[in-house]
């Protein structure tokens, strides 16, 4: 099988995007992972599926795969790539979209400076939906990893993150402990871990371990969590600059129902095509 893909970036969190529009495209995990090898594949933290909608009034459906070559629900820096990909490769001309994914529509819009503004939905913050297993709803956990503690807040934007505040982000710690709460037992789905430095009530410093990639350079429904951490305990105000290892995103959230906004770059590093062995 001949793929052509664009390889593309937000923040570094690197992507292959591939158009299921004009080819359908069914990959198994075997041929996900086997893509995503940095050494014998292209490589990439994820890889995006651009197909058309399941239900009227919606533009695409947007799929998202981990290097793990499991699929997952969400990818926040993937869906102003997706945006960028659709309009760059003439599958529309307009500049907002209504984008289905596994957990709910989201409208990515392009801006006057080429950076684009994704409305990611409302959090949730209901254990049972995170998924997180807890007695009681609470806005911090104590999670006991090994012989430590860490209090955690469970957050989902469609996938599964656990945020914690540092004193330094620039530490072991997340290359430590991340792996372990990527697959602690509380956490059904797996999960996103995010370490969060604060700088002032307008910014944090951020890094992730994200499920299925290890930590990335940037992850974008890790931003939006860790800000929606932040304002639950009170730390942040509803509008954050953070400051990822890979750049920055700007990140609002009013609270309650309110959407939460994502603000940043989008980036085509090149395209290619690769031959892969029949599934
Ligand atoms: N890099 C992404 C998140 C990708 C999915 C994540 N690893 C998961 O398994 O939920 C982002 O920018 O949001």
């Not at 402990?177 to 700088?199: C, D, S, T, W, Y």
């Not at 860790?226 to 730390?235: D, K, N, S, T, Y």
């Not at 309650?256 to 599934?279: C, K, Q, R, S, Y």
Request: glycine share 12%; hydrophobic share 40%; charged share 25%.
């Amino acid at each position: 099988m001949t793929l052509r893909f664009t390889k593309m970036q937000g923040l570094g969190n690197d992507f292959i995007v591939l158009d299921g529009v004009r080819n359908p495209i069914a990959l198994d995990a075997a041929q996900v992972q086997q893509l995503g090898d940095r050494h014998f594949g292209v490589g990439f933290d994820q890889l995006l599926l651009v197909e058309p909608a399941q239900q009227a009034g919606h533009d695409f459906r947007y799929r998202i795969f981990n290097s793990s070559g499991e699929e997952v629900e969400h990818c926040g820096n993937g869906a102003r790539c997706f945006l960028k990909f659709v309009r760059d490769q003439g599958l529309t001309d307009k500049r907002e979209l209504a984008v289905e994914t596994a957990r709910g529509v989201i409208y990515p819009k392009l801006e006057d400076n080429g950076e684009v503004t994704v409305d990611m939905g409302p959090p949730e913050l209901h254990a049972a939906e995170v998924p997180f297993l807890a007695e009681h709803e609470a806005v911090i956990h104590p999670l006991q990893v090994g012989d430590e503690v860490f209090d955690i807040t469970a957050v989902s934007m469609g996938n599964p993150h656990a945020v914690q505040v540092v004193d330094d982000v620039d530490t072991d710690l997340v290359q430590r402990v991340g792996p372990l709460i990527e697959k602690h037992a509380r956490f059904p789905r797996k999960v996103n871990a995010g370490f969060m430095q604060i700088v002032s009530r307008d910014a944090i410093k951020l890094r992730v371990y994200e499920r299925g990639a290890g930590e990335t350079l940037a992850c974008g429904t890790g931003a939006c969590a860790a800000v929606v951490a932040g304002i639950q305990r009170g730390l942040l105000n509803g509008r954050v600059r953070v400051s990822t290892r890979g750049g920055d995103l700007t990140i609002a959230w009013a609270g309650g129902d309110a959407p939460v906004l994502m603000t940043g770059p989008a980036v085509t590093v090149f395209e290619g095509v690769i031959n892969l062995p029949e599934a």
